[in-house]
């Protein structure tokens, strides 16, 4: 048996490459596909099957381009109402790959239409190895059940989560391998670990969502205090019951002149603000020396896709500022794993080309902790605005600080003084640079970007408080 997940840390997401005999199925793939044809390839394998283990809303799949391009057949929960043709399963159903089975488990509760995938290397055992869990169950939790909207309640599909959970994966053997769809930074559950597979004993040991408990308790528990799920999942999740569309049908990206951009990015009028985003693609130390005013920092570094689906509206168009053209292509693509393909152009030349024709930059001013905190002690009038999600915010932050989660930021806006100075800071500098370009957005003008974030904060043992400890 050939096993290899693929992991997309700008998504925190995982797909797999399973084959036997030359004989493959990729699970859960990402929108660009080249990387599993690639890799099945090079083993001697032909893709003739494509797994969704549920209608993701957090990316736009492969699932079409691949079966597009190999030929194979898309299998899908049989409640899915997919549009697209696809072969719809239920329980107990099986693919056979050569020395390979693949067996099907109905497991509802994060989507309806969520389903696990045992697999079965006969050469070894007639019993499962692994267990493919999608967004049912994650290391270290489990799958939110309140991404649907008013099509079916939140308790409902907690209730169904409950019993997917109880009935049937906790009920393999505790050496069976989990290999979820998702990591660390996934919106898709609450506070997903690090690791990217595990164990049913482990996760039975140490998951706290799998502890015994009542089912009302369980309930109350996963739908309580969940965080904002971004603007952007359902419109995915509609793209991928109707069947994306191939990316090689993207129109060609027009290089943009300064002077084209300066014209575009004039205000609109409209109370939203201007009528392209300029996103500015650089790390938080290049954009902090320079960049056009009113530009919206998402760096290709860290969970771009993610932020960029959260904060941009997708029928507004997009002008990438990038360091070159590949990095111009790169983002593209990133965005277009979260449905945004509106992109207007890129800035040739980069910000040295828009320097060069004397337009104007900004700049943001980029400090240490050393020098926030002597900041503070100082008492210097500073606003130290923390960016984190509640449960970091919770496990430790710094006593002066105001919370706002950086995805609430723009409509929590007037709990801060624009007179008043502004440090933002999260677990590294990421969103708080993020934060900065949304605070200059909104007219703020005394801002400050925390370089290391609250991770450099407690290396350097400084005092930090605690919520519900």
């Not at 370009?437 to 350097?460: C, K, P, Y």
Request: charged share 20%.
């Amino acid at each position: 048996m050939y096993f290899k997940q693929f992991y997309l840390g700008c998504l925190a997401h995982a797909s797999y490459l399973i084959g036997s005999d030359g004989e493959a199925a990729v699970i859960d793939p990402q929108r660009d596909v080249d990387i599993y044809l690639e890799e099945a390839k090079q083993q001697g394998l032909t893709i003739k099957h494509v797994i969704e283990t549920h209608l993701h809303a957090d990316f736009v799949s492969g699932h079409c381009e691949l079966a597009k391009r190999t030929g194979a057949k898309i299998y899908l929960g049989a409640k899915a109402g997919a549009k697209f043709e696809h072969v719809p399963v239920y329980e107990g159903n099986e693919i056979k790959m050569g020395k390979v089975v693949l067996r099907f488990m109905e497991t509802p509760g994060h989507t309806p239409e969520s389903i696990s995938v045992l697999v079965i290397n006969t050469e070894k055992s007639d019993e499962p190895e692994a267990v493919l869990t999608g967004d049912t169950l994650f290391i270290g939790d489990v799958g939110r059940p309140d991404l649907l909207g008013s099509k079916m309640s939140s308790r409902e599909l907690a209730g169904l989560l409950y019993d997917s959970l109880h009935e049937k994966l906790l009920k393999l053997p505790d050496h069976v391998k989990v290999y979820p769809a998702h990591g660390a930074g996934s919106l898709c559950g609450r506070n997903i670990s690090s690791e990217t597979s595990s164990t049913i004993g482990e996760q039975r040991r140490f998951n706290y969502a799998l502890k015994e408990m009542p089912k009302e308790t369980f309930i109350q528990m996963v739908t309580t205090d969940l965080p904002e799920a971004p603007a952007y999942f359902s419109m995915d999740a509609q793209i991928n019951r109707q069947g994306p569309s191939s990316l090689d049908e993207l129109p060609e990206l027009p290089a943009l002149s300064p002077e084209e951009i300066e014209r575009m990015r004039n205000w609109s009028g409209e109370p939203e603000g201007h009528i392209c985003v300029i996103l500015d693609t650089r790390s938080s130390a290049q954009y902090g020396t320079g960049h056009i005013p009113g530009s919206l920092n998402i760096g290709l570094g860290g969970q771009f896709a993610s932020w960029a689906g959260s904060l941009i509206k997708p029928e507004v168009p997009i002008i990438i500022i990038a360091e070159d053209e590949g990095r111009v292509r790169e983002a593209r693509i990133r965005l277009a794993r979260v449905g945004l393909e509106n992109v207007a152009g890129y800035l040739a030349g980069g910000i040295s080309a828009w320097d060069r024709a004397g337009l104007l930059l900004t700049t943001i001013e980029q400090i240490t902790v050393n020098e926030l905190n002597a900041r503070i002690q100082e008492g210097m009038p500073l606003q130290v605005v923390d960016v984190r999600r509640p449960g970091e915010w919770n496990a430790g932050h710094i006593k002066e600080a105001i919370h706002i989660p950086l995805n609430q930021l723009v409509e929590n806006i007037a709990q801060l003084n624009k007179d008043k100075a502004i440090a933002t800071i999260c677990a590294g500098g990421y969103r708080s640079s993020i934060a900065t370009s949304l605070l200059e957005q909104q007219g703020f003008r005394h801002i400050t970007n925390v370089v290391g974030g609250m991770s450099a904060w407690l290396a350097a043992g400084f005092e930090v408080v605690t919520e519900n400890p």
